[in-house]
């Protein structure tokens, strides 16, 4: 089984940047595609972004494309989440998880694995 921590939340001001990392341990990511999502106040937890397990392919939602970059460095068992020209609408907590089945998955119900979250504030 592996263990997520995700890292990097905080307070910014809007089109300013952040950087989420998520460590993995107990277990090699290298097997597991990877995905960000997220969960503001009062609403349903949202995909965001996914990776491949080799990092070859990633997939985003709508609002976040050409803001928002994930990546992955299986070496150090870690994916990251590069956050730019953030918006207020971007405020909510932000969860990674994994997934076995390396198909880019956007449903959460199809990932098994989830950190704790990190809080993301983006003050207008």
């Known amino acids: 089984q592996v263990q997520l921590v995700e890292s990097g939340g905080g307070l910014v001001q809007a089109g300013g940047s952040l950087r989420l990392s998520c460590a993995a341990s107990?277990?090699?990511?290298?097997?597991?595609?990877m995905g960000w999502f997220r969960q503001a106040p009062g609403k349903e937890r949202e995909f965001v972004a996914a990776i491949s397990w080799k990092g070859s392919s990633t997939y985003y939602r709508n609002s976040v494309k050409g803001r928002f970059t994930i990546s992955r460095d299986n070496a150090k068992h870690t994916v990251y989440l590069q956050m730019n020209s953030l918006k207020p609408e971007d405020t909510a907590v932000y969860y990674c998880?994994?997934?076995?089945?390396?198909?880019?998955?956007?449903?959460?119900?199809?990932?098994?694995?989830w950190g704790q979250g990190t809080q993301v504030t983006v003050s207008s």
């Open positions: 107990g277990r090699a990511i290298s097997n597991y595609g």
């Open positions: 998880a994994g997934e076995l089945t390396n198909l880019l998955r956007t449903s959460a119900d199809e990932y098994d694995y």
